[in-house]
C-alpha cells in the first residue's frame, strides 16, 4: 500500500513539474541519463519514500512525540511506559536503587527504545534510602528550599541507571503520608508541577 501511494505522488510530481518551463529541461536530461519508460516516475517514488519519514515526524499532527509514544506503548518495557508518562503528564515518580537509595522527582528524560539508552536523568524533589530491616523510606535530603532559594535546578539533575532501578512508581505525597511514612509531606506540597 506504502509502494503504491509513492508511486502515485511520484507520478504526480513527475506529471507536474513537467508543466513547468524547467521541467522540459529535466525531462529532455532525464531521457538521456535513463531512457527507460516511467523511471522519472519511479525515482521520484524512490526519493519520497527515503524522505517521508523525516518529514512525517516533523508535521504538526502527530510528529516525532506521537510515533514516540507510540513505539514505547507498543514495543516498551512496563518501566519505559511509566517514565513516558510521567513525562508527558509532568508526574513525580519513586525510584529505588538496588544499593538501597530512594529518589522523588521528575523523569526530565528517559531513554528510547534503543538498546544503547541505559539511563534515565531526574530532577530529585526528596531523596533518601530505605532502612535495611523494616525497607521503609528514610528522606535524608530535600531539594525544594534549596530549589526556593533560586538556584539552577538543572545542576541537580540524577542519570541514574536503568539496571539499578529495582522500582519505580508514580509519587503523591499525601499517599505517601498515609502509609504513615512520613507525615509532614501531608502538610505540604513538595513543589507544584507547573513550576517545573
Not at 511509566?82 to 538501597?100: D, G, M, Q, V, Y
Request: glycine share 6%.
Amino acid at each position: 500500500m506504502a509502494g503504491i501511494a509513492l508511486l502515485a505522488m511520484g507520478r504526480l510530481g513527475v506529471t507536474l513539474l513537467k508543466c513547468l518551463p524547467l521541467g522540459v529541461v529535466l525531462r529532455q536530461t532525464w531521457i538521456a541519463l535513463s531512457p527507460i519508460p516511467f523511471s522519472g516516475t519511479a525515482f521520484a517514488a524512490f526519493v519520497l519514500g527515503l524522505a517521508a519519514p523525516y518529514i512525517a515526524n516533523f508535521l504538526p499532527i502527530g510528529g516525532l512525540k506521537a510515533a514516540r509514544d507510540h513505539a514505547i506503548n507498543r514495543h516498551g518495557t512496563d518501566l519505559d511506559r511509566l517514565l513516558n508518562r510521567a513525562i508527558n503528564s509532568e508526574r513525580k515518580i519513586s525510584f529505588t536503587l538496588n544499593n538501597r537509595k530512594w529518589y522523588v522527582g521528575y523523569v526530565t528524560r528517559a531513554p528510547n527504545l534503543s538498546p544503547h539508552e541505559q539511563y534515565v536523568s531526574i530532577l530529585p524533589i526528596l531523596s533518601g534510602c530505605r532502612n535495611e530491616a523494616t525497607l521503609e523510606t528514610e528522606i535524608t535530603t530535600d531539594y525544594v528550599p534549596i530549589f526556593e532559594s533560586g538556584v539552577e535546578r538543572n545542576d541537580f539533575a540524577v542519570t541514574l541507571p536503568l539496571s539499578a532501578i529495582t522500582s519505580a512508581s508514580f509519587f503523591d505525597e499525601s499517599v505517601y503520608a498515609q502509609f504513615g511514612e512520613n507525615r509532614e509531606l501531608a502538610d505540604r506540597e513538595i513543589l507544584d508541577e507547573s513550576s517545573i
